[in-house]
DNA sequence: TATAATTGTTATGGACCATATCAAATATCG
DNA sequence: CGATATTTGATATGGTCCATAACAATTATA
Protein backbone atom coordinates (compact mmCIF):
# COMPACT_ATOMS: atom_id res chain seq x y z
CA UNK A 1 0.00 0.00 0.00
CA UNK A 2 1.95 3.41 -1.15
CA UNK A 3 0.69 5.77 0.27
CA UNK A 4 0.65 9.05 -1.49
CA UNK A 5 3.21 9.91 -4.43
CA UNK A 6 4.29 13.38 -4.23
CA UNK A 7 3.40 15.02 -0.76
CA UNK A 8 5.49 11.79 1.26
CA UNK A 9 7.72 13.53 3.47
CA UNK A 10 6.85 16.95 2.28
CA UNK A 11 5.60 19.09 5.81
CA UNK A 12 2.41 18.69 6.70
CA UNK A 13 2.49 16.06 8.66
CA UNK A 14 0.62 17.37 12.00
CA UNK A 15 3.55 18.70 13.96
CA UNK A 16 5.82 19.84 11.14
CA UNK A 17 6.95 23.68 12.53
CA UNK A 18 7.92 27.15 12.22
CA UNK A 19 7.47 26.69 8.46
CA UNK A 20 3.71 26.11 7.61
CA UNK A 21 0.78 25.69 9.27
CA UNK A 22 -1.62 28.20 8.43
CA UNK A 23 -4.79 27.92 10.67
CA UNK A 24 -6.33 31.27 9.46
CA UNK A 25 -6.58 30.15 5.81
CA UNK A 26 -6.88 26.57 6.80
CA UNK A 27 -9.24 24.70 8.93
CA UNK A 28 -9.12 23.66 12.92
CA UNK A 29 -5.41 23.75 14.87
CA UNK A 30 -5.02 19.97 14.36
CA UNK A 31 -5.34 18.46 17.94
CA UNK A 32 -1.89 17.46 19.05
CA UNK A 33 -1.16 13.98 19.71
CA UNK A 34 -0.63 12.38 23.18
CA UNK A 35 1.61 9.89 21.98
CA UNK A 36 3.11 7.65 24.65
CA UNK A 37 1.51 10.21 27.69
CA UNK A 38 -1.80 8.36 26.77
CA UNK A 39 0.20 5.31 28.06
CA UNK A 40 1.49 6.72 31.26
CA UNK A 41 -0.58 5.35 34.41
CA UNK A 42 0.65 8.10 36.31
CA UNK A 43 -0.40 10.72 33.95
CA UNK A 44 -4.35 8.70 33.23
CA UNK A 45 -4.50 8.81 36.75
CA UNK A 46 -3.92 12.59 38.42
CA UNK A 47 -6.15 13.47 34.90
CA UNK A 48 -9.08 10.99 36.13
CA UNK A 49 -8.27 12.10 40.12
CA UNK A 50 -8.66 15.95 38.97
CA UNK A 51 -11.87 15.15 37.35
CA UNK A 52 -13.22 12.92 39.57
CA UNK A 53 -12.69 15.71 42.64
CA UNK A 54 -14.28 18.04 40.52
CA UNK A 55 -17.27 15.87 40.00
CA UNK A 56 -17.10 15.73 43.87
CA UNK A 57 -17.14 19.54 44.54
CA UNK A 58 -19.96 20.18 42.38
CA UNK A 59 -22.21 17.38 43.90
CA UNK A 60 -21.32 18.63 47.11
CA UNK A 61 -21.82 22.57 46.42
CA UNK A 62 -25.04 23.13 48.53
CA UNK A 63 -23.36 21.49 51.61
CA UNK A 64 -19.92 23.43 51.00
CA UNK A 65 -17.38 20.26 51.70
CA UNK A 66 -14.60 19.34 50.08
CA UNK A 67 -13.17 15.67 49.84
CA UNK A 68 -10.91 16.40 52.62
CA UNK A 69 -13.25 17.44 54.85
CA UNK A 70 -15.70 14.81 54.00
CA UNK A 71 -13.07 12.39 54.69
CA UNK A 72 -12.91 14.21 57.97
CA UNK A 73 -16.35 13.57 58.66
CA UNK A 74 -16.52 10.25 57.58
CA UNK A 75 -13.57 9.30 60.00
CA UNK A 76 -14.86 10.78 63.15
CA UNK A 77 -18.20 9.80 62.19
CA UNK A 78 -17.17 5.72 62.44
CA UNK A 79 -14.25 6.31 64.90
CA UNK A 80 -15.92 8.94 67.56
CA UNK A 81 -13.29 9.68 70.75
CA UNK A 82 -9.85 9.68 68.59
CA UNK A 83 -7.56 12.89 68.71
CA UNK A 84 -6.51 15.05 66.42
CA UNK A 85 -3.37 12.94 65.75
CA UNK A 86 -5.09 10.01 65.19
CA UNK A 87 -7.88 10.94 62.88
CA UNK A 88 -5.15 13.14 60.64
CA UNK A 89 -2.46 10.69 60.77
CA UNK A 90 -4.78 7.93 59.26
CA UNK A 91 -5.87 10.79 56.40
CA UNK A 92 -2.08 11.60 55.79
CA UNK A 93 -2.81 14.76 57.00
CA UNK A 94 0.22 16.67 58.73
CA UNK A 95 -0.59 17.30 62.39
CA UNK A 96 -0.23 21.30 61.43
CA UNK A 97 -2.50 21.37 58.44
CA UNK A 98 -4.94 19.42 60.28
CA UNK A 99 -5.57 22.68 62.61
CA UNK A 100 -6.92 24.79 60.38
CA UNK A 101 -9.11 22.26 58.35
CA UNK A 102 -10.88 21.48 62.21
CA UNK A 103 -10.78 25.08 62.80
CA UNK A 104 -13.41 25.54 59.74
CA UNK A 105 -15.42 22.36 60.59
CA UNK A 106 -15.53 23.39 64.31
CA UNK A 107 -16.40 27.08 63.02
CA UNK A 108 -19.44 25.41 61.41
CA UNK A 109 -20.63 23.59 63.96
CA UNK A 110 -20.13 20.49 62.53
CA UNK A 111 -17.32 18.39 64.88
CA UNK A 112 -16.09 19.80 68.31
CA UNK A 113 -12.53 19.03 70.34
CA UNK A 114 -13.06 17.81 73.85
CA UNK A 115 -10.70 17.57 76.05
CA UNK A 116 -9.92 14.73 76.59
CA UNK A 117 -10.08 13.53 80.67
CA UNK A 118 -7.18 10.86 80.40
CA UNK A 119 -4.85 13.34 78.48
CA UNK A 120 -5.54 16.90 79.08
CA UNK A 121 -3.30 17.56 75.99
CA UNK A 122 -5.25 15.97 73.26
CA UNK A 123 -8.26 16.50 71.70
CA UNK A 124 -10.88 14.25 71.07
CA UNK A 125 -13.03 14.53 68.11
CA UNK A 126 -16.86 13.73 67.66
CA UNK A 127 -19.71 14.70 65.37
CA UNK A 128 -21.77 17.30 66.38
CA UNK A 129 -25.39 16.58 65.87
CA UNK A 130 -25.72 19.07 62.81
CA UNK A 131 -22.68 17.76 61.66
CA UNK A 132 -24.07 14.10 61.70
CA UNK A 133 -27.26 15.53 59.70
CA UNK A 134 -24.23 17.50 57.32
CA UNK A 135 -22.72 13.85 57.06
CA UNK A 136 -26.02 11.94 56.44
CA UNK A 137 -26.85 14.20 53.52
CA UNK A 138 -23.36 14.52 51.60
CA UNK A 139 -23.83 10.30 51.72
CA UNK A 140 -26.63 10.73 50.26
CA UNK A 141 -25.63 12.96 47.75
CA UNK A 142 -22.40 11.31 47.18
CA UNK A 143 -24.02 8.01 46.35
CA UNK A 144 -26.83 9.02 44.35
CA UNK A 145 -24.84 11.97 42.39
CA UNK A 146 -21.23 11.35 42.48
CA UNK A 147 -20.94 7.58 42.95
CA UNK A 148 -23.72 6.52 40.48
CA UNK A 149 -22.91 8.36 37.94
CA UNK A 150 -19.33 6.73 38.09
CA UNK A 151 -21.30 3.42 38.00
CA UNK A 152 -23.29 4.12 35.05
CA UNK A 153 -19.91 5.14 33.55
CA UNK A 154 -17.93 2.31 34.16
CA UNK A 155 -20.73 -0.42 35.17
CA UNK A 156 -21.21 -1.77 38.88
CA UNK A 157 -18.30 -4.34 38.14
CA UNK A 158 -15.76 -2.70 36.62
CA UNK A 159 -16.42 0.39 39.50
CA UNK A 160 -15.61 -2.13 41.96
CA UNK A 161 -12.55 -3.84 40.15
CA UNK A 162 -11.14 -0.58 39.58
CA UNK A 163 -11.56 0.43 43.20
CA UNK A 164 -9.77 -2.81 43.96
CA UNK A 165 -6.37 -2.57 41.83
CA UNK A 166 -5.97 1.24 43.18
CA UNK A 167 -6.48 0.12 46.79
CA UNK A 168 -3.73 -2.25 45.69
CA UNK A 169 -1.40 0.56 44.62
CA UNK A 170 -2.30 3.06 47.46
CA UNK A 171 -1.50 0.66 49.69
CA UNK A 172 1.19 -2.41 48.39
CA UNK A 173 3.03 -0.13 46.00
CA UNK B 1 11.66 -8.51 78.58
CA UNK B 2 8.91 -9.42 80.68
CA UNK B 3 5.35 -9.74 79.02
CA UNK B 4 3.00 -8.63 81.71
CA UNK B 5 0.18 -11.06 81.39
CA UNK B 6 -1.99 -9.06 83.32
CA UNK B 7 -3.02 -6.04 81.48
CA UNK B 8 -4.22 -8.37 78.11
CA UNK B 9 -7.48 -7.69 77.42
CA UNK B 10 -9.32 -4.41 78.13
CA UNK B 11 -12.69 -4.87 76.86
CA UNK B 12 -12.31 -1.82 75.04
CA UNK B 13 -14.04 -1.20 71.35
CA UNK B 14 -11.84 0.88 68.78
CA UNK B 15 -13.60 3.80 69.25
CA UNK B 16 -14.47 4.08 72.60
CA UNK B 17 -14.09 7.28 73.77
CA UNK B 18 -12.88 9.94 76.25
CA UNK B 19 -13.01 7.64 79.09
CA UNK B 20 -11.12 4.46 78.67
CA UNK B 21 -8.04 4.47 76.52
CA UNK B 22 -4.82 3.49 77.91
CA UNK B 23 -2.57 2.77 75.51
CA UNK B 24 0.58 3.07 78.11
CA UNK B 25 -0.82 -0.03 80.20
CA UNK B 26 -2.30 -1.77 76.97
CA UNK B 27 -0.60 -2.73 74.21
CA UNK B 28 -0.81 -1.41 70.17
CA UNK B 29 -2.86 1.85 69.58
CA UNK B 30 -5.58 0.05 68.16
CA UNK B 31 -6.05 1.46 64.34
CA UNK B 32 -8.73 3.20 63.12
CA UNK B 33 -11.20 2.02 60.96
CA UNK B 34 -11.25 3.62 57.61
CA UNK B 35 -15.56 2.11 57.39
CA UNK B 36 -16.80 3.97 53.90
CA UNK B 37 -13.90 5.94 53.09
CA UNK B 38 -11.82 2.47 51.58
CA UNK B 39 -15.25 2.63 49.26
CA UNK B 40 -14.87 6.57 47.77
CA UNK B 41 -13.45 6.12 45.02
CA UNK B 42 -12.43 9.61 45.19
CA UNK B 43 -10.47 8.94 48.01
CA UNK B 44 -8.71 6.09 46.85
CA UNK B 45 -7.60 7.80 43.74
CA UNK B 46 -5.75 10.33 45.80
CA UNK B 47 -4.09 7.98 47.56
CA UNK B 48 -3.06 5.84 44.16
CA UNK B 49 -2.08 8.42 42.72
CA UNK B 50 0.17 10.35 45.44
CA UNK B 51 1.77 6.79 45.46
CA UNK B 52 2.33 6.40 41.78
CA UNK B 53 3.99 9.91 41.73
CA UNK B 54 6.13 9.39 44.59
CA UNK B 55 7.20 5.78 43.06
CA UNK B 56 8.17 8.25 40.19
CA UNK B 57 9.80 10.78 41.34
CA UNK B 58 12.18 7.80 43.32
CA UNK B 59 12.89 6.39 39.80
CA UNK B 60 13.28 9.63 38.07
CA UNK B 61 15.96 10.46 40.82
CA UNK B 62 18.99 10.60 38.97
CA UNK B 63 17.64 12.51 36.10
CA UNK B 64 15.75 15.00 38.23
CA UNK B 65 12.35 14.91 36.02
CA UNK B 66 8.72 15.76 37.81
CA UNK B 67 6.24 13.66 35.83
CA UNK B 68 5.20 17.49 34.53
CA UNK B 69 8.74 18.12 33.00
CA UNK B 70 8.36 14.40 31.94
CA UNK B 71 4.69 14.83 30.36
CA UNK B 72 6.16 18.05 28.67
CA UNK B 73 9.28 16.21 27.10
CA UNK B 74 6.95 13.69 25.77
CA UNK B 75 4.50 16.18 23.88
CA UNK B 76 7.22 18.50 22.58
CA UNK B 77 8.91 15.44 21.33
CA UNK B 78 5.75 13.81 19.63
CA UNK B 79 4.57 17.47 18.59
CA UNK B 80 7.16 19.35 17.69
CA UNK B 81 6.79 23.00 16.08
CA UNK B 82 4.24 23.69 18.52
CA UNK B 83 3.87 26.72 20.48
CA UNK B 84 3.85 27.35 24.51
CA UNK B 85 -0.04 27.96 24.38
CA UNK B 86 -0.92 24.17 22.59
CA UNK B 87 1.39 22.47 24.32
CA UNK B 88 0.45 23.81 27.75
CA UNK B 89 -2.98 23.86 27.19
CA UNK B 90 -3.28 20.18 26.44
CA UNK B 91 -1.16 19.80 29.19
CA UNK B 92 -4.26 21.26 31.51
CA UNK B 93 -1.46 24.19 32.39
CA UNK B 94 -2.29 27.25 32.29
CA UNK B 95 -0.40 29.45 30.38
CA UNK B 96 1.80 31.63 33.28
CA UNK B 97 1.79 28.64 34.87
CA UNK B 98 4.08 27.00 32.02
CA UNK B 99 6.41 29.95 32.11
CA UNK B 100 8.60 28.77 35.18
CA UNK B 101 8.19 25.27 34.40
CA UNK B 102 9.69 25.69 30.64
CA UNK B 103 12.85 28.30 32.11
CA UNK B 104 13.71 24.75 34.10
CA UNK B 105 13.85 22.74 31.17
CA UNK B 106 15.46 25.39 29.06
CA UNK B 107 18.09 26.19 31.39
CA UNK B 108 19.32 23.00 31.65
CA UNK B 109 19.06 22.66 27.86
CA UNK B 110 16.51 20.28 27.71
CA UNK B 111 14.21 22.45 25.10
CA UNK B 112 14.22 25.62 23.24
CA UNK B 113 11.75 28.29 22.79
CA UNK B 114 12.54 29.69 18.40
CA UNK B 115 10.44 33.12 17.36
CA UNK B 116 8.36 31.65 15.17
CA UNK B 117 8.69 33.52 11.49
CA UNK B 118 5.13 33.43 11.09
CA UNK B 119 3.53 34.80 13.76
CA UNK B 120 6.46 36.42 15.73
CA UNK B 121 4.34 36.40 19.39
CA UNK B 122 4.93 32.75 19.68
CA UNK B 123 7.55 30.63 20.60
CA UNK B 124 8.18 27.13 18.94
CA UNK B 125 8.79 24.26 21.31
CA UNK B 126 11.64 22.11 20.13
CA UNK B 127 13.77 19.59 22.20
CA UNK B 128 17.30 19.88 22.24
CA UNK B 129 20.27 17.16 21.19
CA UNK B 130 20.58 16.69 25.22
CA UNK B 131 16.79 16.69 26.11
CA UNK B 132 15.92 13.91 23.52
CA UNK B 133 18.93 12.29 24.83
CA UNK B 134 17.64 12.76 28.32
CA UNK B 135 13.86 11.60 27.33
CA UNK B 136 15.30 8.65 25.80
CA UNK B 137 16.84 7.73 29.34
CA UNK B 138 13.39 8.19 31.27
CA UNK B 139 11.81 6.62 29.13
CA UNK B 140 13.81 3.38 29.79
CA UNK B 141 13.70 4.19 33.61
CA UNK B 142 10.07 4.26 33.39
CA UNK B 143 9.44 1.01 31.83
CA UNK B 144 11.85 -0.59 33.65
CA UNK B 145 11.14 0.51 36.96
CA UNK B 146 8.35 2.20 37.12
CA UNK B 147 5.52 0.59 34.60
CA UNK B 148 7.27 -2.88 35.38
CA UNK B 149 6.66 -2.75 38.99
CA UNK B 150 2.80 -1.89 38.38
CA UNK B 151 2.80 -4.92 35.70
CA UNK B 152 4.29 -6.90 38.65
CA UNK B 153 1.47 -5.75 41.23
CA UNK B 154 -1.25 -5.72 38.96
CA UNK B 155 -0.58 -8.08 36.08
CA UNK B 156 -0.61 -7.16 33.10
CA UNK B 157 -3.99 -7.43 31.78
CA UNK B 158 -5.35 -6.07 34.97
CA UNK B 159 -2.76 -2.76 34.34
CA UNK B 160 -4.53 -2.06 30.91
CA UNK B 161 -7.97 -2.55 32.45
CA UNK B 162 -7.11 0.26 34.78
CA UNK B 163 -5.71 2.39 32.32
CA UNK B 164 -8.83 2.50 30.14
CA UNK B 165 -11.09 2.92 32.73
CA UNK B 166 -9.02 5.98 34.31
CA UNK B 167 -9.00 7.53 30.59
CA UNK B 168 -12.74 6.57 30.79
CA UNK B 169 -13.14 8.75 33.63
CA UNK B 170 -10.60 11.42 32.43
CA UNK B 171 -12.49 12.04 29.35
CA UNK B 172 -15.77 11.03 29.76
CA UNK B 173 -16.33 12.22 32.87
C1' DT C 1 -6.84 52.46 9.97
C1' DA C 2 -8.99 51.70 14.38
C1' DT C 3 -10.25 48.02 17.25
C1' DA C 4 -10.17 43.43 18.92
C1' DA C 5 -7.84 39.17 19.86
C1' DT C 6 -3.69 36.34 20.80
C1' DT C 7 1.03 35.18 22.79
C1' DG C 8 4.26 35.11 26.23
C1' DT C 9 5.07 37.18 30.50
C1' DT C 10 4.80 39.26 35.25
C1' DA C 11 2.57 39.95 39.48
C1' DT C 12 -0.26 38.28 42.87
C1' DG C 13 -3.19 35.57 45.88
C1' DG C 14 -5.08 31.15 47.36
C1' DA C 15 -4.83 26.18 48.48
C1' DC C 16 -2.11 22.53 49.91
C1' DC C 17 2.04 20.49 51.85
C1' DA C 18 6.25 20.19 54.83
C1' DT C 19 9.48 21.55 58.60
C1' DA C 20 10.89 23.77 62.82
C1' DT C 21 9.47 25.30 67.07
C1' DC C 22 6.69 26.13 71.25
C1' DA C 23 3.96 25.49 75.78
C1' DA C 24 1.39 22.34 78.21
C1' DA C 25 0.85 17.84 79.66
C1' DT C 26 2.42 13.30 80.18
C1' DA C 27 5.75 9.45 80.14
C1' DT C 28 10.16 7.57 81.37
C1' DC C 29 13.87 6.58 84.14
C1' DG C 30 17.57 7.33 87.48
C1' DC D 1 10.41 11.48 94.14
C1' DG D 2 12.47 14.52 90.38
C1' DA D 3 15.08 15.43 85.99
C1' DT D 4 14.63 14.52 81.33
C1' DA D 5 12.38 13.02 77.25
C1' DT D 6 8.19 12.51 74.61
C1' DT D 7 3.63 13.64 72.99
C1' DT D 8 -0.20 16.89 71.67
C1' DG D 9 -2.14 20.75 69.65
C1' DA D 10 -0.74 24.96 67.85
C1' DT D 11 1.89 28.80 65.35
C1' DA D 12 5.01 30.47 62.06
C1' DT D 13 7.04 29.97 57.85
C1' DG D 14 8.42 28.51 53.27
C1' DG D 15 7.64 25.78 49.07
C1' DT D 16 4.88 24.22 45.29
C1' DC D 17 1.00 24.21 42.49
C1' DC D 18 -3.07 26.53 40.69
C1' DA D 19 -5.92 30.56 39.18
C1' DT D 20 -6.84 35.45 37.78
C1' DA D 21 -5.72 40.06 36.22
C1' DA D 22 -2.96 42.85 33.66
C1' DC D 23 0.61 44.23 30.20
C1' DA D 24 3.54 44.88 25.75
C1' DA D 25 4.19 43.11 21.40
C1' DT D 26 2.15 41.22 17.62
C1' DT D 27 -1.45 39.78 14.64
C1' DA D 28 -6.35 39.44 13.12
C1' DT D 29 -10.59 41.76 12.09
C1' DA D 30 -14.11 45.26 11.28
Redesign the pocket.
Known sequence: MTVSKTAEKSSEKPGDAAKGRKD?TDGQPEALQLGELSEQLGYVLKRAQLKVFENFLRCMASLQL?P?QFSVLLLVEKNPGR???EIASTL??????F?AL?DNLESRDLCA?IRST??????ILVLTDKGKAVLARAKKLVATKHEARLNELLGQANREALLGMLSKIANEF
Open positions: ATANQTGILRPNVLRNDRRSH
